[in-house]
């Protein structure tokens, strides 16, 4: 990819030009045709020149904008610092000065997308089956209407629907509400540790990255959590378990894992509490 021709940016000067004064004219409330001629008294071609400074600097101010957005764009597709700083014509220094934070956004994305790959079918599966004995509202409705576009988007315009889904998961996952039948606990437990794997898939929500030294809530217990649960058996308190304490916990109706401290662990807590039934 290589920059623009002079031809080309001659004809955006002009193009910004022709914009500009569109919008003096709207902003003045001028007839079609009027530029600041000869013709006119100083005091109006004044008033002319000072709503084309507006306008050009508004025009300034969108492009800046636009530009930012852009560059995040192009980072969460891959572009790093030197890429996006060829393209803005400036340092890849210049470019980190400019719009930080656009380092490891395209990993991010991947490892979001990657997640969403293996795992959108049984999300989807088990959350319209929560959904199916969670009665009806508008906060239901709502979801529904969430799932089908994440059903219908193109692949690359899903990001956007999957972060609003894992956030209403959540909520409906944590919602123990009135007893549900066995089914349907099943289906809430399920959903609420799907989407605890998909945070810690998607943001290293790991102890070691976090810094917390960490220790399972239960009895004394010396083992490193590798989970943190929601549970009626400790006064529905938030606590951090181990893998045999999180599975004997489970086991309890209306306990859910609210979070997962290494990738793919809360599914397999989840089974293995569900297995030994
Ligand atoms: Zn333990």
């Known amino acids: 990819m290589r920059g623009m021709s002079d031809a080309q940016r001659a004809e955006l000067a002009a193009a910004v030009e022709r914009l500009a004064w569109q919008a003096v004219r709207e902003m003045l409330g001028l007839e079609e045709a009027a530029e600041p001629g000869p013709d006119l008294p100083d005091a109006d071609q004044r008033q002319i020149w000072l709503a084309a400074l507006t306008s050009l600097l508004a025009i300034r101010d969108s492009a800046e904008q636009l530009a930012a957005s852009a560059a995040l764009s192009a980072a969460q597709r891959g572009a790093d610092y030197p890429a996006i700083g060829d393209a803005a014509g400036m340092t890849r220094q210049g470019a980190r000065r400019k719009w930080p934070g656009l380092a490891g956004l395209s990993d991010a994305r991947q490892r979001k997308l990657a997640w969403w790959d293996a795992r959108r079918d049984q999300f989807l599966q088990c959350a319209r ?101 929601w549970c009626p058996d400790f006064g529905y308190r938030v606590v951090h378990a181990c893998r045999e304490h999180a599975v004997a916990a489970l086991k309890q109706p209306a306990t859910r894992i609210v979070a997962a401290y290494q990738p793919d662990v809360a599914l397999l807590v989840f089974a293995e509490a569900q297995d030994d039934d």
């Open 129 to 229: 089956a929560v959904l199916a004995t969670a009665g009806e509202g508008p906060r239901t409705d709502e979801i529904r209407k969430r799932l089908d576009e994440i059903e219908q988007a193109a692949p690359d315009h899903r990001v956007d629907a999957y972060d609003m889904a894992l956030v209403d998961a959540h909520a409906i996952a944590a919602d123990t509400g009135p007893p549900a039948d066995p089914a349907g606990e099943v289906a809430r437990g399920l959903l609420a540790a799907l989407t605890a794997d998909a945070y810690a898939a998607m943001n290293n929500h790991s102890p070691l990255v976090l810094g917390e030294k960490l220790a399972c809530g239960t009895d004394d217990c010396a083992v490193e959590p590798i989970v943190k649960l």
